[in-house]
């Protein structure tokens, strides 16, 4: 059984194009989020999904040069990417997380899977069904012929470009939800969309120091910053 950890990345965010490349303590964002996903317990391999054509190449040589598995395919359905990577990767299991989460906690990501693998009977897990852990956070984890399924069977725009929502939505589907531990912490926001996240991310990464620290860590360390928090406090609601 190949489990494997797809990242989806791309040069044309609308929000904050490039971002992926921007440098946040010392590398790039994208290759702290490759680093992370690598560290998640249980996962084979690490696989960045990116667009074809030549715009995307830069993203693509970053994954390389991290270590990563690259694909390519269509940029705006994102299903269909998924879908041609994971059987590229001959994946059983795939989990997914997006390019702009430099706080993905690997531990966090295991549990989802741990969860996943333990029920020979679910198809589908994630941390997000209700907003628990801190927006940045969040991931899923689906068995292959799920995917399958969503791929064949999807057919509005937003399903195919966002990847997932036909699977938390469709019946005969089996979902599990790892619940967080309090609602408020699901309104901090620790994902890079906007320059006041970039500002925060900064900010944040210049206190925590080398290796990965679990998300708790994190926390402690932005509760003991509060002012760390204003500064992408404009888009805090999700």
């Known amino acids: 059984m190949t489990k494997a950890v797809i990242v989806q990345a791309r040069m044309t965010s609308t929000r904050l194009p490039g971002k992926v490349l921007m440098e946040l303590g010392g590398t790039t964002v994208l290759d702290h989020v490759l680093t ?6 249980g996962i084979d391999k690490v696989c960045c999904a990116i667009p074809e054509g030549d715009r995307h190449d830069a993203v693509a040589a970053e994954a390389e040069r991290c270590g990563a598995v690259v694909v390519r395919g269509a940029e705006l ?8 990577a994971a059987q590229s990767l001959r994946a059983s299991v795939v989990m997914r997380v997006t390019s702009d989460c430099p706080l993905i906690d690997p531990g966090l990501c295991g549990e989802v899977l741990a969860m996943l693998l333990a029920d020979d009977t679910a198809d589908y897990a994630a941390n997000n069904f209700s907003h628990r852990y801190p927006h940045g ?9 799920a995917l399958a399924r969503a791929w064949n069977e999807a057919t509005d725009d937003y399903d195919r470009e966002h990847v997932t929502p036909w699977l938390r939505r469709a019946s005969g ?47 402690k360390i932005c509760s003991a910053h509060p002012e760390l928090e204003t500064l992408n406090a404009v888009h805090r609601q999700r």
């Open 36 to 41: 992370r996903c690598a560290a998640i317990p």
């Open 77 to 84: 359905d994102v299903l269909d990417r998924y879908h041609h």
């Open 137 to 145: 956070l969040d991931c899923e984890a689906f068995r292959s012929d």
């Open 173 to 219: 589907i089996h979902r599990l939800s790892l619940g967080g531990p309090n609602p408020e912490l699901g309104k901090l926001r620790w994902t890079l969309d906007f320059p006041e996240d970039l500002e925060f991310c900064r900010a944040l990464f210049a206190r925590l120091g080398p290796g990965i620290p679990p998300w708790t860590e994190t926390l």
